[in-house]
């Protein structure tokens, strides 16, 4: 017989809470383990019962509990992986979770069946979002790692931690409006950062900040 998933669901809102634990009772694949609200005690209580999935309506309480991580937060079967259900759909929401090692968000508008399939998929090591968001989690990862200035290039122009993340938004053609949704900032605080960034580098205009930017730039 295959081995049943054991899941632990923790909500604040009995309502939301009874209606995941009857669905997952009729699941044959599926072991829940408790389903209770969330407490002091709540991260020790999940531990102790062993769960593999933690479902869970709180990105808070994933923010507000010191000291771990989502992917290292350990259990009997190794790390325990959670998965955020009836969340908003909102990308800066989706990407703290995300940097807290969530692997599951599912919105509050989707259906029942969404939130068993997130279950599963991670629970297979895969990790799951909604469609929409996979251009966010992209455009996150190519503020923070890619074509960012070199270590010479920061200290020869002097550019501050905010203004080194626009390099490569700026060189991808962006809109200081679209800056501004990328990196949840006014439009008016990213024209004020590029009219710094064009002082500082020397430059009259946008394409000449990233090609100055660039450590071939600097090599010459």
Request: with cysteine.
């Amino acid at each position: 017989m295959e081995r049943k998933l054991s899941i632990f669901v923790l909500s604040s809102t009995r309502l939301l809470r009874e209606s995941i634990e009857h669905m997952l009772r009729k699941k044959s694949d599926l072991d829940l383990k408790k389903a209770g609200s969330i407490r002091a005690d709540s991260k020790d209580e999940v531990t102790a019962s062993g769960a593999e999935i933690l479902v869970t309506d709180s990105l808070q309480f994933i923010l507000e509990t010191k000291g771990w991580r989502a992917t290292a937060f350990p259990t009997e079967r190794g790390r325990i992986k959670v998965v955020l259900v009836a969340m908003v759909d909102d990308s800066k929401h989706f990407l703290s979770a995300v940097k807290q090692g969530v692997l599951g968000y599912v919105l509050q508008e989707a259906p029942a069946i969404e939130i068993t399939n997130a279950i599963r998929a991670v629970a297979r090591g895969g990790a799951i979002c909604p469609p929409h968001f996979v251009r966010a989690l992209f455009d996150y990862v190519a503020s923070q790692s890619l074509d960012l200035p070199n270590a010479r290039t920061r200290i020869q122009w002097g550019l501050s931690r905010r203004e080194q993340q626009l390099i490569p938004l700026i060189g991808r053609g962006m809109t200081n409006k679209e800056i501004a949704t990328q990196l949840s900032l006014s439009e008016q605080t990213v024209k004020n950062h590029v009219h710094r960034i064009l002082r500082k580098v020397g430059v009259e205009n946008r394409l000449g900040v990233f090609e100055a930017c660039q450590p071939e730039a600097t090599s010459l």
